[in-house]
C-alpha cells in the first residue's frame, strides 16, 4: 500500500510532462523563439495591398506568447505599414472570431518586423489564424505546407490550398473575419514568439 501512495502521484507527474514522453513533435516547442511549424520557401510572397489574408497555425499545447512578426525581404513604399492579428478557428477550418489585433509595423524597410505583445498572453492548444493586411506591397517571407486541412484543388489534384484572402481597405482587423474571396496555395509566414509553455 505504501507502495502504491508513493508511486501514483510521481506517474501523475510524469504523466503530466509532456516533452518527457510525448509522441506528438509538435507538443516540444523551444522558448523564447517564434513557432515555426512550416517549412521555409524557397520563393517570396508579394503582398496585395487592402487584402485581408488568413493563415492556419496548429498549436500543440498550452503557451504563452509575446511577440508576433514577418520578415520583409522587399520594401513597399515610404510610410506603408502592416497590421498582424490572430483569429480562432470555426468548425469548418475558417477564421472566425478575432482573438486580437496586435497593432502595426512599418513595411517600408527590410528585416523582421515584431509586435511586442506586452503583457504576454496565453493561448490554449487548438487551431488559429494568423492574420495580415497591409496598405502596400512589401514582399515577405513564406512557408511550405507539408500537409494542409483546407484541401486540394478538384479535378487533376495540383494545387493546395494554404490560406485565403479577401478584400479589405487597410484598418483595424474586422470582427469576425468574414467570408474569403478565394483559397491560395502560398502561406504567409507571421508567426509567434514562444514566451513559455504551460
Request: hydrophobic share 45%; proline share 5%.
Amino acid at each position: 500500500m505504501g507502495f502504491l501512495i508513493d508511486t501514483i502521484p510521481k506517474i501523475n507527474t510524469h504523466t503530466a510532462d509532456l516533452d518527457a514522453h510525448t509522441k506528438n513533435i509538435m507538443e516540444v516547442m523551444m522558448t523564447t523563439h517564434y513557432l515555426m511549424p512550416f517549412p521555409l520557401s524557397a520563393a517570396n510572397k508579394v503582398l496585395t495591398a487592402d487584402r485581408l489574408y488568413a493563415c492556419p497555425l496548429v498549436i500543440a499545447r498550452d503557451v504563452t506568447i509575446d511577440k508576433i512578426a514577418i520578415q520583409v525581404v522587399s520594401a513597399g513604399a515610404a510610410g506603408t505599414k502592416a497590421r498582424l492579428g490572430l483569429y480562432q478557428m470555426t468548425g469548418n477550418w475558417a477564421p472566425g472570431a478575432l482573438v486580437a489585433d496586435y497593432g502595426t509595423v512599418d513595411v517600408d524597410s527590410t528585416g523582421g518586423k515584431a509586435i511586442t505583445i506586452d503583457p504576454a498572453v496565453s493561448l490554449s492548444k487548438g487551431a488559429y489564424f494568423t492574420a495580415l493586411v497591409t496598405d502596400g506591397t512589401p514582399t515577405i517571407y513564406k512557408g511550405i505546407l507539408s500537409w494542409t486541412p483546407l484541401g486540394m484543388t478538384t479535378g487533376s489534384f495540383g494545387s493546395r490550398y494554404a490560406q485565403y484572402y479577401r478584400a479589405f481597405t487597410y484598418d483595424a482587423l474586422p470582427d469576425p473575419w468574414g467570408t474569403a474571396d478565394a483559397s491560395e496555395g502560398d502561406l504567409l509566414l507571421v508567426l509567434l514568439n514562444i514566451a513559455s509553455l504551460a
